[in-house]
């Protein structure tokens, strides 16, 4: 049975390759013209994320003109000399970082009154609790193994989103758990981990001030309350964790 699944698999993903390769076809009279397209994609798609990043903060520039000193610039032709290009382009610079930076505030100032908000109901649900830090966490599964110390090296499984529910990053994201020693990442981290037992499953509600402050980082605002759904899976003593507890 595995042996025909096997046969199988490769005769579909032979017959799948055929097929792109016909369809290449269809379009291009050699390899010379399918690559020469694959460039200007592939560039083409890194503009479009470029442009994408632009018009979040209020800056929409005409895609049909950008084309056309695009298609100019290869030609060598262009309907602005290199010193007015380098002017515009120097201008546009500023702006765009001007108008990165108000948007940034605003939303690190938004992020800042939500949290405090959403912290301070979330504190009053049942099952929820606050550390002298302002931490917050809920026990969704207790552990039976060890329980980390801030030198030990743990192994997780996470889920980070913002209060909204927008995910912005996972473990299965990466297709992996994450391994890092505990005392090495954000402070809400070390602390609530520090919590948990090897094979408990916690959610923690972490302030801004326990994570990356005023900071933007990604696609994570300034001043942003973090939620972190975090499985314990590992938890590795350090050497300096085995001669703490020899001492005690």
Same mark, same amino acid.
């Given at each position: 049975?595995?042996?025909?699944?096997? %046969?199988?698999?490769?005769?579909?993903?032979?017959?799948?390759?055929?097929?792109?390769?016909?369809?290449?076809?269809?379009?291009? $009279?050699?390899?010379?013209?399918?690559?020469?397209?694959?460039?200007?994609?592939?560039?083409?798609?890194?503009?479009?994320?470029?442009?994408?990043?632009?018009?979040?903060?209020?800056?929409?520039?005409?895609?049909?003109?950008?084309?056309?000193?695009?298609?100019?610039g290869?030609?060598?032709?262009?309907?602005?000399?290199?010193?007015?290009?380098?002017? %515009?382009?120097?201008?546009?610079?500023?702006?765009?970082?001007? $108008?990165?930076?108000?948007?940034?505030?605003?939303?690190?100032a938004?992020?800042?009154?939500?949290?405090?908000?959403?912290? !301070?109901?979330?504190?009053? !649900?049942?099952?929820?609790?606050?550390?002298?830090?302002?931490? #917050?966490?809920?026990?969704? $599964?207790?552990?039976?193994?060890? #329980?980390?110390?801030?030198?030990?090296?743990?192994?997780?499984?996470?889920?980070g989103?913002?209060?909204?529910?927008?995910?912005?990053d996972?473990?299965?994201?990466?297709? #992996?758990?994450?391994?890092?020693?505990?005392?090495?990442?954000?402070?809400?981290?070390?602390?609530?981990?520090?919590?948990?037992?090897?094979?408990?499953?916690?959610?923690?509600?972490?302030?801004? !001030?326990?994570?990356?402050?005023?900071h933007?980082?990604?696609?994570?605002?300034?001043?942003?309350?973090?939620?972190?759904?975090?499985?314990?899976?590992?938890? !590795?003593?350090?050497?300096?964790?085995?001669?703490?507890?020899?001492?005690?």
């Amino acid at each position: 049975m595995k042996k025909y699944l096997a %046969v199988s698999l490769l005769a579909s993903s032979v017959l799948f390759a055929t097929a792109q390769a016909s369809a290449a076809t269809e379009h291009f $009279k050699n390899e010379a013209q399918e690559q020469a397209y694959a460039v200007g994609a592939s560039m083409a798609r890194y503009l479009d994320k470029s442009l994408q990043q632009q018009e979040k903060i209020g800056v929409k520039l005409d895609r049909n003109l950008i084309i056309e000193g695009m298609k100019d610039g290869l030609h060598g032709k262009s309907k602005l000399s290199d010193k007015e290009i380098q002017t %515009v382009l120097t201008d546009m610079s500023k702006d765009l970082a001007a $108008k990165a930076k108000k948007k940034a505030a605003e939303e690190a100032a938004k992020a800042k009154i939500e949290g405090a908000k959403f912290l !301070k109901e979330n504190a009053k !649900k049942p099952g929820v609790k606050t550390t002298k830090s302002g931490l #917050q966490y809920k026990v969704l $599964k207790k552990g039976t193994g060890p #329980q980390p110390k801030p030198s030990d090296i743990v192994t997780v499984n996470y889920k980070g989103s913002l209060i909204d529910g927008t995910v912005f990053d996972s473990s299965a994201k990466h297709h #992996q758990p994450a391994t890092f020693k505990l005392d090495q990442v954000i402070p809400g981290w070390t602390e609530g981990v520090q919590l948990m037992h090897q094979g408990g499953k916690y959610r923690f509600y972490i302030p801004a !001030k326990l994570a990356y402050g005023d900071h933007a980082t990604g696609s994570i605002p300034g001043n942003s309350t973090l939620i972190f759904d975090v499985d314990l899976l590992k938890v !590795k003593k350090s050497s300096n964790s085995t001669s703490d507890s020899s001492t005690k």
